[in-house]
């Protein structure tokens, strides 16, 4: 008999929300209750495609903002043949940023609507969960200065929040926010209630397809 499929969560949010952090605890919380789960994020920075993104989000090259948006979604169809493989072989992906930042960020660019930002990632795997780690954007400046990479400025981010608020009114898509300006435990124990039931929801149901 096939073993039952892991599930597909995503955290997202604006920077200084606690994704990554947040990530690496679930995973350990996963594990720890015997379901076996693995962190992955996007941009993947390792591959060819995610050098290429690393370098211009670190400011080192200039890449056109269509192209551009189109690599990172690149990144993500390139991993997607080992995401389905993993979900098969019922491990839960954790996944810090998915195609939600990849519309969010270059949508709140001049000239772009959300519509052809969400175009090239049509089809990809469908995340079961997407958790939206909500701070806003004073919350976010108290924990401190951006860091140096393109993008990490307070009115960017502002942008980016509010085309987040766009995508998620689309009910096709199992969003749930959670308030990200609790303390690390409590934001937590709140993502890991949402995950375990999700977990126990996914294992029945087959894959679905993003935005289609
Ligand atoms: N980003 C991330 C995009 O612009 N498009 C995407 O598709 C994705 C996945 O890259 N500022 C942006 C959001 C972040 C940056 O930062 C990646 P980090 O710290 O590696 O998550």
């Known amino acids: 008999m096939a073993c039952k499929r892991g599930a597909l969560i995503v955290l997202e949010g604006v920077d200084k929300a606690g994704k990554t952090t947040q990530c690496n ?8 209750s015997g379901r076996p789960a693995e962190m992955m994020r996007f941009p993947d920075r390792t591959t060819t495609i995610g050098q290429l993104i690393s370098a211009y ?15 990172f979604s690149a990144n993500r169809w390139e991993l997607v043949p080992l995401m389905k493989k993993k ?9 810090d940023r998915y195609a939600f930042s990849g519309v969010a960020f ?17 089809g990809l795997p469908k995340p079961d969960l997407v958790m ?6 004073a919350e976010a400046a108290l924990r401190g200065q951006f860091g140096e990479e393109r993008y990490e400025t307070s009115v960017f981010q502002r942008a980016v929040q509010q085309k987040f608020d ?4 689309d009910p096709a898509v ?20 949402h995950s375990l039931n999700t977990v126990n929801a996914a294992q ?4 679905g397809e993003l935005w289609k």
């Open 25 to 32: 605890r679930l995973v350990q919380a996963l594990q720890q």
């Open 57 to 71: 989000l670190e400011k080192k090259s200039d890449l056109e903002d269509h192209a551009v948006h189109l690599l």
């Open 87 to 95: 979900l098969e072989q019922g491990i839960t992906l954790v996944v």
């Open 106 to 122: 270059t949508s709140a660019k001049p000239g772009f609507c959300l519509d052809w930002c969400m175009k090239p990632d049509v």
């Open 132 to 137: 939206f780690l909500q701070l806003s954007p």
């Open 166 to 169: 766009q995508l998620r009114k």
């Open 174 to 193: 199992n969003w749930q926010v959670i308030d990200a300006s609790q303390s690390v435990e409590d934001v937590h124990e709140n993502i890991s209630t």
């Open 204 to 207: 029945n149901r087959p894959l």
